[in-house]
């Protein structure tokens, strides 16, 4: 399986930006769909934006649609979401994942791996 780990994250206003990167290790990451999901306390995990693994493919929730940007570095073994005109209710724990079958697959959230995530709190 592919180790994950995610960084980027932090505290920032309401119209900034951040950019989350997800670092992988193990067998070829050109191999996987990657996929990025988060979790707001007290709600259900949801998927965010999912990339091909030719990053040809992406998906994208309607509440990030236009906002946020998934992409990834197959040389660099790492997959980036990039975060724009953030909102109070983008807050929460954000976890990269992987998985070898399908898109689809890492969209539905069952996906073969996952990190650990990391936090993004987003202040009025």
């Known amino acids: 399986q592919v180790q994950l780990v995610e960084s980027g994250g932090g505290l920032v206003q309401a119209g900034d930006s951040l950019r989350l990167s997800c670092a992988a290790s193990?067998?070829?990451?050109?191999?996987?769909?990657m996929g990025w999901f988060r979790q707001a306390p007290g709600k259900e995990r949801e998927a965010v934006a999912a990339?091909?693994?030719?990053?040809?493919?992406?998906w994208y929730a309607d509440s990030v649609k236009g906002r946020f940007t998934i992409s990834r570095g197959n040389a660099r073994n790492t997959a980036y979401l990039q975060m724009n005109s953030l909102k109070p209710e983008d807050t929460a724990v954000y976890y990269c994942a992987a998985d070898e079958d399908g898109l689809s697959e890492v969209v539905a959230g069952i996906a073969g791996s996952w990190g650990q995530g990391t936090q993004v709190t987003v202040s009025s």
């Open positions: 193990g067998p070829p990451f050109s191999n996987y769909h």
């Open positions: 990339i091909s693994w030719t990053g040809g493919s992406t």
